[in-house]
């Protein structure tokens, strides 16, 4: 039974999804104001896998991503651009979607802007106005949390601390409680604005968004909802509150799963600090797989501290497994197909699930994976496999890479750069090495590189 870390009850739990073996699940998706970070990469890669892991176990799962397309932060930076909003929501979303496709996060089902779901927005707010959880003052309509007495169910407190995503809190001195949040910000003199009817013009406060989202494609409850530690309070907080105050049905979501924070010296990266890296800097020095495989060596829900060093130390652990399927695939013997090599299968098949099943515990999962190709490899030195075992073996590791997502693509190399290598191998022979130095730049100048391993040397892309 797989079983799930739920922030709302503190405990693990069996997952039992709602409907049978069909899963909704939503992640708050960017505020697309500027390039994602190595904190969002986190946090992406991490569902991304866990997505793959539920559907691998035959969830039915359908993911569901938001894009805050319309916010502050948004309208800052177009006023400094001296443009208008959608032009810099439209870039950094296409910025953020690149990212993601460089990252192999391709486990999203849909991506929703706020900005189509405005009626839905509008009948949110209309909604809560008329049930008497709302409220209006000079720059908008306000929640009144003395209406919801759970609030902070979530987080266990209703006050702010150090690492909260605070940045978007909304003070105005004529709010009846201290933590009551816009649903609906009036317009300012050149901020772009929304009408209807019966509200002011204006635009969506942060967190009506995300329920007005859900509350269309799942209705008011819904199985999974994951997002970043620092999400908690007051935005997940805030959700539950709207949701649950429209629709008088409890819970909104039944199972909340949150990422551990990246951190730079032990600090969270965010920008608001300045300490960041942004995706596309990391991948240009940095296969994807590696950070994949970085970000697998950490339980989802602790803190990654990010450093060269643990990169370094990431690329070195996953070049091993990539050397092994290498080995698996150039593996020639005459030896008769090994007896043992369907139970050993079978039993890292079940060591995998088994470690995946409580809350996804990729790190010792990734343990099993090592154990197996440390048994494999005496086998393949001591000629007691088959050709026909390595297939299989090779078969099971391609599986169990369409949840993880780390081993190296096989690459079809072009002539030229064959030959370049071929060369180059030569001159290593040969002792020439500023040759051989010259032919390997060269060869990167093109676009590949060379890996000189034990077993041989690869030929990668870059």
């Known amino acids: 039974m797989l079983k799930v870390y739920n922030t709302l009850t503190r405990k693990l739990e ?6 049978d073996k069909k899963i909704n699940l939503f992640v708050c998706g960017p505020t697309v104001y500027d390039f994602s970070h190595l904190g969002h990469a986190k946090t992406y890669i991490q569902f991304d896998i866990i997505v793959k892991y539920l559907r691998y176990k ?14 502050d932060k948004i309208i800052k930076k177009a006023n400094e651009e001296n443009t208008d909003w959608k032009t810099i929501s439209r870039r950094y979303e296409q910025t953020y979607l690149e990212d993601m496709k460089n990252l192999d996060v391709n486990s999203v089902n849909k991506y929703a802007r706020a900005t189509d779901h405005i009626p839905q927005i509008i ?13 209006k003052i000079s720059d908008g309509y306000y929640f009144d949390l003395s209406k919801f007495k759970e609030y902070g169910k979530l987080a266990k407190r209703k006050s702010q601390e150090a690492e909260d995503s605070v940045s978007r809190i909304d003070e105005n001195p004529e709010k009846k409680n201290k933590g009551d949040f816009c649903l609906w910000k009036f317009s300012k003199p050149g901020d772009p604005f929304w009408q209807s009817k019966e509200l002011i013009k204006g635009r969506p406060g942060w967190h009506i968004e995300d329920t007005a989202i859900t509350e269309k494609e799942f209705g008011p409850q819904y199985d999974i909802h994951g997002g970043g530690l620092d999400l908690i309070f007051p935005h997940h907080e805030a959700e539950i509150v709207q949701m649950e105050s429209i629709s008088g049905k409890k819970p909104l979501v039944k199972y909340w799963l949150h990422t551990g924070f990246l951190q730079i010296k032990k600090e969270k990266m965010s920008k608001s600090l300045g300490n960041f890296f942004t995706i596309r800097d990391v991948i240009k020095k940095y296969n994807k797989n590696i950070l994949r495989f970085l970000f697998l060596q950490t339980h989802y829900r602790k803190p990654i501290d990010f450093s060269e060093e643990a990169i370094e130390q990431a690329k070195n652990s996953l070049q091993k497994l990539n050397e092994f399927i290498l080995k698996l695939k150039n593996y020639k013997s005459r030896s008769t197909n090994n007896k043992k090599i369907n139970s050993m299968i079978e039993k890292t098949k ?14 010792k999962a990734l343990t099993v994976l090592f154990e197996f190709m440390k048994e494999i490899n005496k086998l393949i030195a001591e000629k007691k496999i088959s050709t026909k075992d390595t297939k299989k073996i090779k078969n ?3 599986k ?13 190399v072009p002539e030229e750069i064959k030959e370049l290598a ?5 001159a290593r022979k040969n002792k020439d090495f500023k040759l051989a130095d010259g032919l390997r730049e060269k060869i990167k100048s093109l676009g590949y590189y060379i890996d000189d391993t034990k077993d041989g040397m690869v030929i990668k892309k870059l």
């Open 14 to 19: 069996n997952l039992k999804p709602i409907n």
């Open 58 to 71: 035959g969830y039915k799962t359908f993911y569901l991503q938001n894009i805050t397309d319309i916010d």
């Open 123 to 135: 009948s949110q707010v209309k909604r809560l106005i008329k049930k008497g959880y709302a409220y």
């Open 350 to 363: 079940n060591d995998f699930e088994k470690s995946m099943d409580e809350d996804f515990e990729t790190p």
């Open 396 to 398: 099971f590791m391609n």
């Open 400 to 412: 169990i890479n369409e949840v993880f997502g780390i081993l190296d693509e096989e690459i079809k």
């Open 422 to 426: 071929e060369k180059r191998e030569q």
